[in-house]
C-alpha cells in the first residue's frame, strides 16, 4: 500500500515562496494537484520514477518546479511568485501501478494514491 505524507503548506504573501514536501513509502512517479474551492481537482506537475522527465501545467509554468530526492523516497514542489489564484489544497499523489522509469503522468485519473492534502493560501 502506497502512504503520502505531506507536512507542508501555509499562509504566504502574493509574490512569495513555499516549498512543500511529500513523503512516500516507496519509489514512484509522482505528481501534484490542487483543488481550489468550487473547482475540480487539477494536476499541475509531475515527474517521472526516474525523475529525468517532468511536466507542468499552463497556469503554473515557469513559477513552479517540481524535483525528487530518490535516496529519501521524497518529492517536493517548489513554488514561487505565487498568486491568490493559487489558493487551494494542494494533494501529492503517486502512480504506484505500472509505470514507465521515464513518463511523467500528466492526467489525474493516472494517480491511485493520494496524500491528506495540504492548504495553501496566497494572500494580496
Known amino acids: 500500500q502506497v502512504r503520502l505524507v505531506e507536512p507542508g503548506g501555509g499562509l504566504v504573501q502574493a509574490g512569495g515562496s513555499l516549498r512543500l514536501p511529500c513523503a512516500a513509502s516507496?519509489?514512484?512517479?509522482m505528481g501534484w494537484l490542487r483543488q481550489a474551492p468550487g473547482k475540480d481537482r487539477e494536476l499541475v506537475t509531475a515527474i517521472s520514477w526516474r525523475g529525468d522527465t517532468t511536466y507542468y501545467g499552463d497556469s503554473v509554468k515557469g513559477r513552479f518546479t517540481i524535483s525528487r530526492d530518490n535516496a529519501n523516497n521524497t518529492v517536493y514542489l517548489q513554488m514561487n511568485s505565487l498568486k491568490p489564484e493559487d489558493t487551494a489544497v494542494y494533494y501529492c499523489?503517486?502512480?504506484?501501478?505500472?509505470?514507465?522509469?521515464?513518463?511523467?503522468?500528466?492526467?489525474?485519473?493516472?494517480?491511485?494514491?493520494w496524500g491528506q492534502g495540504t492548504q495553501v493560501t496566497v494572500s494580496s
Open positions: 499523489a503517486a502512480r504506484g501501478d505500472t509505470y514507465s522509469i521515464s513518463r511523467a503522468y500528466t492526467e489525474r485519473y493516472h494517480y491511485a494514491s
Open positions: 516507496g519509489r514512484y512517479p
